[in-house]
């Protein structure tokens, strides 16, 4: 099976700018989960899909939010970005989520906001 | 809340030594634990998990650890350090309630495992 892809792997934005991050899970896998890495804040969870619905949030600013479509595919979106957005963006999928269930990473779009 | 402690942000061995990395976790509810690897410009790939089965779990790449709940710790251990194990670890741990569904993963800050010839 095909693991999990993400694209795009890199991207340099300006602030203010807009940005749109795909993830495509491992075929058959229905959960949908974003993290963000920096080096001051390691990994944070940003929001988690499942079937299309989002199922968890984690503390972040509105500016960043996320889809899941009918094939699992997910993106995320950060609106207005700021310097600070910039950071390893994670996507992990898993079968159907929940607390126990294995999550499997992606290698993560690493984004720099100039 | 559950939340994640890993002790030493770097450490350092020689090759063929043991290689013990440290997790505490605090969790008002039985956690499920996890660690996970990471390479240099890549994801995370989880070396093992703790669901409440045997306290002691073994993972891949000859690692295991074991859950001790009286000292809420979860800590990895290698017996023998290669040097394709020079990573990042983190442990985590599923945040969750009693009955929730909700499982997303609280992680610890990482601890750099250098391994030296």
């Known amino acids: 099976k095909a693991g999990v892809t993400q694209t795009p792997r890199y991207l340099i934005k300006t602030r203010g700018q807009q940005v749109t991050l795909s993830c495509s899970p491992i075929s058959g896998h229905r959960s949908v989960s974003w993290y963000q890495q920096t080096p001051g804040q390691g990994l944070q969870f940003l929001f988690e899909y499942f079937s299309e619905t989002q199922r968890n949030k984690g503390n972040f600013p509105g500016r960043f939010s996320g889809r899941q479509f009918s094939n699992s595919r997910s993106e995320m979106n950060v609106s207005t970005l700021e310097l600070g957005d910039s950071a390893l963006y994670l996507c992990?999928?898993?079968?159907?989520?929940?607390?126990?269930?294995?999550?499997?990473f992606g290698p993560g779009t690493r984004l720099t906001v100039l | 809340a559950q939340s994640v402690t890993q002790l030493g942000s770097h450490v350092s061995v020689s090759e063929g030594a043991l290689v013990l990395l440290r997790c505490n976790y605090s969790?008002?509810?039985?956690?499920?634990l996890f660690w996970y690897v990471q390479y240099p410009n890549q994801g995370l790939q989880l070396l093992l998990k703790?669901?409440?089965?045997?306290?002691l779990v073994k993972g891949i790449n000859g690692f295991e650890a074991e859950f001790k709940k009286s000292e809420t710790s979860f800590h990895l251990t290698k017996p023998s350090a290669h040097m394709s194990d020079a990573a990042e670890y983190f442990c985590a741990v599923s945040d969750r309630n009693y009955g929730g569904s909700q499982g997303n993963l609280i992680f610890g800050k990482g601890t750099k495992l250098s391994v030296k010839p």
């Open positions: 703790y669901t409440s089965a045997a306290t």
């Open positions: 992990a999928s898993s079968p159907r989520g929940g607390p126990y269930n294995e999550q499997f």
């Open positions: 969790s008002s509810v039985p956690p499920y």
